[in-house]
């Protein structure tokens, strides 16, 4: 009885032993790259889903053809076709100045603007500038009255310079014309011409049609502070309507032209033997296309502050392709100033589109010299 009591009161006995449960171990926080990888995981997951829905089709790779362009440089709107001796006898407009606008030297920064209303300041904001653009744009643009079939269509934007790439597209859609909204949406490109146009050839899941529209304007006060004294800041816009071709489509079949994917070539010849750069980038072209040089009639040729192309052009023309007189090449930057590069080179394609539609008998290049680690072309035939 009193071993009961005093085990009672202890508890020493009569307890049966209870497995320790082990403390729990915390859990390891993810790093940042497991939460980028869920989040990537995430966002492909439903780009499956939305491209699942998509019927996929079967495109040509090698090239799309000019359904339509229209361009807005400073001084000069040009829709839809217009013959490559027109383009060489346009001129830049005269240069403009913004007090607001002043180079590191103290002095006035030469400009050239697309729309300078003499009622109110145009901004130098440039997400403000480029609203202003696009809704002068939209309210002057006759390509989009052109488009045939909205449901068949999707849109790529260029963002331009130091413009958001999300605000841009946001912008964008919030203030397009409901009427014409395209079926397959908007796309936002940030890409070189020639990289979008490659990824675009390869892709089965993108619009029979495509619009590829490129604002831009270096006319800002944050362009104008990276900026040398002598540079000339400009502005421009261009639209470009492609439909995608079906495999079987043969080189010369159909009515509209043709634009072939971009050539690349290194910046000097690699071999002794080698012929020069420009030479070798023509000769990639007519290969491209499978042209003969008889049929190039216009030459756009963006050349660079080094080097002496613009001379071995007029000698090549005149040594290669009687049909390339010296009224036939056309130097978009005396036309335009300075813009982002992309824009550039998307002026360069659409003034070659231009050219293409008011004479698709004959193939259009454009040789760009601008960047020194690659020399880019393209062929439109």
Partial sequence: MGISLWNTLTGRFGQTDRPVSPAPIPRARPCIYDRLSEQRARELAAQRLVESHRPKSDFCSDGAQVEDVWVWLPGHQLNSHMTAADLARLTGTHLTHDPRLVTDQGLRRP??????????????????????????????????????????????????????????????????????????????????????????????????????????????????????????????????????????????????????????????????????????????????????????????????????????LHQYALQHLPHSGHRHSIRPRSLVGETAPAAAQWVHIALACLSARASPEHAHLVLDFTDPESTHGWVIA
């Fill in 111 to 312: 400009l050239r603007r697309i729309i300078d209303d003499p009622d109110r300041a145009p901004s130098i904001d440039a997400t403000e500038r480029a609203i202003e653009l696009l809704e002068a744009f939209l309210d002057q643009c006759a390509l989009l009255n052109r488009v045939q079939d909205w449901a068949q269509t999707e849109i790529h934007l260029c963002a331009p310079s130091q413009v958001d790439e999300l605000v841009w597209f946001e912008t964008v859609v919030a203030r397009w014309p409901q009427h014409q909204l395209p079926a397959w949406g908007f796309h936002t490109c940030d890409q070189t011409p020639s990289d979008w146009f490659t990824n675009l050839l390869i892709s089965p899941s993108s619009a029979p049609r495509v619009l590829c529209l490129c604002i831009d304007s270096w006319v800002n006060s944050a362009i104008n502070t990276q900026m040398d004294h002598s540079s000339l800041l400009s502005e421009s816009v261009s639209l470009i309507a492609l439909r995608r071709m079906s495999p079987a489509a043969e080189h010369g079949s159909g009515t509209a032209p043709r634009l072939f994917d971009s050539i690349k070539l290194p910046p000097k010849a690699e071999a002794h033997d080698s012929p020069p750069p420009l030479e070798a980038l023509v000769n990639a072209l007519i290969d491209r296309a499978a042209i003969e040089p008889e049929r190039i009639a216009t030459l756009v040729m963006a050349e660079s502050a080094y080097g002496n192309h613009l001379y071995d």
